[in-house]
């Protein structure tokens, strides 16, 4: 998704809108663990059905590293092509974005409560089935609010998403965007990546509104 934005793409896996939370022992895996790390791979196609043309959008192909932790609200994405990361700790109610030439920009976001990842209430339970010798598997569909209709895929074994499309028609225009999780474990092995760069922590967030973040003066011993 580019330009970069994490946070919007987690949004639309798993949450859709009002998720459903859920025991933990829920046999179909209605919430991802608490903890995760991995990459995800998405791709959006768009068509064309009078002409039968199809295109890859402006936002082609991304593949982005993600660790979530919900226990200790916190998430980091990261952009494998480009560099781009985001930090967003909503225990303190910050966020910290890192573009592709390295700028570091800090905003508060108090207030804003992180959503766990969860089918929603809404989903249609479409059946189970193997992925091979010993994955057995649950697949969930639902339509959002904005008429997008969403499919995934999601491995009973952990709890972990495997992969989820996301299809929306109207009139003669169609947009298809596929979802791929891999290398995806249900721990963190990378704690160090909710720890923004010592150049991020000296700047002074910002409101939503706010204007580009100032960087805190050292004090100096020679003053």
């Known amino acids: 998704m580019l330009p970069f ?16 939370h859920l025991d933990r022992t829920d046999r179909d895996c ?18 064309q059905l009078s002409s039968g043309r199809s295109m890859t959008s402006f936002r082609g192909q991304s593949k982005v590293k993600v660790h979530y932790d919900y226990r200790n609200r916190l998430l980091a994405t990261t952009d494998i092509d480009t560099g781009m990361k985001s930090i967003e700790d909503y225990a303190k109610g910050i966020k910290f ?7 570091c920009r800090a905003f508060f976001i108090g207030g804003t409560p ?10 249609v339970r479409m059946g189970e089935f193997q992925l091979g010798a010993t994955h057995p598997v649950v697949t969930w569909q639902w339509t959002t609010l904005d008429n997008y209709t969403r499919t995934t895929v999601i491995d009973r074994t952990n709890c972990l998403p495997i992969s989820e499309e996301s299809f929306y028609a ?25 720890l923004p760069d010592v150049s991020c922590r000296l700047l002074d967030p910002v409101g939503s509104r706010g204007t580009a973040p100032r960087q805190k003066r050292r004090k100096n011993s020679n003053m």
């Open 5 to 20: 934005d994490v946070s919007a793409l987690l949004l639309v896996l798993l949450l859709p809108g009002n998720p459903a």
């Open 30 to 47: 209605r919430c991802v663990p608490d903890r995760w790390q991995g990459e995800i791979i998405a791709k959006e196609t768009e068509f």
């Open 97 to 103: 974005t890192t573009d592709e030439q390295n700028n």
């Open 114 to 123: 992180m959503e766990q990842m969860c089918i929603p209430d809404n989903a």
């Open 170 to 194: 109207t009139n003669d225009y169609v947009e298809l965007v596929s979802y791929l999780f891999v290398n995806i474990v249900a721990h963190l092995k990378d704690p160090e990546a909710f």
